[in-house]
């Protein structure tokens, strides 16, 4: 039973209910907490052992947002004709 509860909130209803209890004062902790993103950053990249660079430029960006809106053209159009002819065949 150990391996399946591993937190100890979970052990008992006892521990259940002071985890509800603690919550909405973690939530605001974590709303109101400010964190500056370059640390963040740091942190991130001596956790991974790797560089993140950024490697798409606008221009990819650009071609990036009008492939999604032709997509969801497509598939808007692909699912009001499946309605109109197919039905309940498009399952099948």
């Known amino acids: ?4 509860l591993p937190d100890e909130s979970f052990q008992n209803w006892g521990n259940y209910v002071d985890a509800l209890k603690q919550t909405p ?3 605001m902790d974590g709303v109101l907490a400010r964190s500056i993103d370059n640390a963040e950053l740091v ?20 071609w990036f947002g ?3 809106v032709i997509d969801a053209g497509i598939f808007v159009l ?7 002819y197919a039905g309940s065949s498009v399952m099948l």
Do not use: C, P, Y
């Open 78 to 84: 692909t699912g009001l004709k499946a309605k109109e």
């Open 66 to 68: 009008v492939g999604a």
């Open 43 to 62: 942190e991130v990249n001596t956790r991974s052992h790797h560089e993140m660079k950024k490697t798409l430029s606008w221009w990819d960006l650009i």
């Open 25 to 27: 004062g973690r939530f």
């Open 1 to 4: 039973m150990d391996d399946f």
